[in-house]
């Protein structure tokens, strides 16, 4: 069983920045972890996921530029540094595992691979 918590949401206004923490436990295993978004009224959606050792990330495209994903393995925690933020990037953002220990950027970025998730937490930009 793993569980995830996230952390560091709260209310912006337009071009700030926050950084989103999410901590892992209940898992020895080290794999692909991943964040997404779900705005109101709309579907949840892929923001960014990084490889088991940090080599390789991704990101949607709407955020590219703008958002940094990073993790401390030894501290179980991946980060979500958010720069620039537009009041479209409000949305409850979650953090999920993906049981994959090797890099895949197809599956990496389909919510489908991903097996556990967070509660979210909230992030609302104002104009």
């Known amino acids: 069983q793993v569980q995830l918590e996230e952390s560091g949401g709260g209310l912006v206004q337009a071009g700030d920045s926050l950084t989103l923490s999410c901590a892992a436990s209940?898992?020895?295993?080290?794999?692909?972890m991943g964040w997404f978004r779900q705005a109101p009224g709309k579907e949840r959606v892929f923001v960014a996921a990084?490889?088991?050792?940090?080599?390789?990330?991704s990101y949607a495209a709407s955020v590219k530029g703008r958002f940094t994903i990073s993790r401390d393995n030894a501290k179980k925690t991946i980060f979500l540094q958010m720069n620039a933020l537009r009041p479209e990037d409000t949305a409850v953002y979650l953090c999920?595992?993906?049981?994959?220990?090797?890099?895949?950027?197809?599956?990496?970025?389909?919510?489908?691979?991903?097996?556990?998730w967070g509660q979210g937490t909230q992030v609302t930009v104002s104009s």
């Open positions: 209940g898992s020895t295993v080290t794999t692909v």
């Open positions: 990084i490889s088991p050792n940090g080599g390789a990330t």
């Open positions: 999920a595992r993906n049981p994959r220990t090797y890099w895949s950027p197809s599956r990496a970025t389909d919510d489908a691979h991903y097996d556990y």
